[in-house]
């Protein structure tokens, strides 16, 4: 019975490609609206994963990674004294703005980190030593978006706030959400490409001693400083919070996300509907010969499951296409497809699939076996 199920819903190959093309195209607008979404978002915490401190240490009311909110000499000090904190070491990030040798003005963020411990550095050099970054006038620029910078080369120079700035290296830093080049020097001279203020270190990079839990050192800085503490998935998520709070993104995508999935059921259901009329005599011929109605019901489901799987396949192709295509996440195109989002577009697919069938089965279990005898 499966088997007859399966042929009527192939035998027919316009209203099959109708059905899974349909499918596959509310598919591949999910995931790529999805990912476009993943991906906007998790560029808000790249400056953080840029970083890769196991903890942060930041002033109470801080919201998200881009905020200035100074803190005082004196918080590192209690900071390290703090049972169970290995190292602790100050980090400077700001926005700032370079004049380029052509008289044109860039913003950049511009991350000084400790020099004795070079803790917080980039990630990955391409080119240069990290041991130059204390070298007089150096810094390392992240590769996302230097092009804003004129493309540099070891040994270009230009001015932050009327100070020169000589490039040492090149660094392999992720894009973020504003899409601004990353400049990386020491903290002492990161201070003096800024204007002057009474509190010139936002952040304090900390690590666990070995045995001791990181929530326990967390909660343990909280009591004794007064500031406010997070592993690194909580920084993170602290700045991605933010930003869907209070950004238009999360609306957006999300009103596009509702409509695909209304449009889908609408043109999958009208297009199931139309093929359980076209098949009406089969269904009639095949209760005349004693099928029962749940066999019937079991062949229907069966092919909206059928078509829901090879849409999927294909729409899910398609979309991570789309995100290789772009860059895999690292060119301008914000594309990040987690686990997740695969499947909730895959149990939306199945609901819109079997959702939108219960309407040709509607008509099936009504269905008079003397229709089959009609001319």
Known sequence: MWRIGLKMLMGDRAKYFTLVGGVSVVVFLFIQQGSVFCG?????AKPVEAIGA??????????VVDEFKGLLDTDLLRVRSVEGVKWAVPLFIRQAQVRLPNGKFQAVRLVGIDSATLVGR????????I????????VIVGRAEMERLGSPKIGDTFEINDRRARVVGIADVPRDFLSNPYLY???ERA????PRERKLMNYILAAPKDGYPVEQVLEGIRQTTGLAAYDEDGMRWLTMNYYMRNTGIPVNIGISLVLVFLVGMAVIGQTFYAFALQNEKYF???KAMGAGSWTLVGMIVLQSVIVGLIGYGIGVGGGCLVGYWGGQGKG???FYTPYQLLIIAFVSTMLICVLSSLLSIQRVLRLEPAVVFRG
């Open 284 to 286: 009639g011929a095949l």
């Open 40 to 44: 906007l978002i998790g560029r808000t």
């Open 332 to 334: 301008k195109l914000a």
């Open 122 to 129: 980039p990630p990955r050099l391409l080119e240069g030593r």
């Open 131 to 138: 041991e130059d970054l204390n070298a007089p006038d150096a």
């Open 185 to 187: 020097t020491t903290f």
């Open 54 to 63: 196991p903890i942060w240490v930041v002033d109470r009311n801080l919201q």
């Open 191 to 194: 201070v003096q490409y800024v």
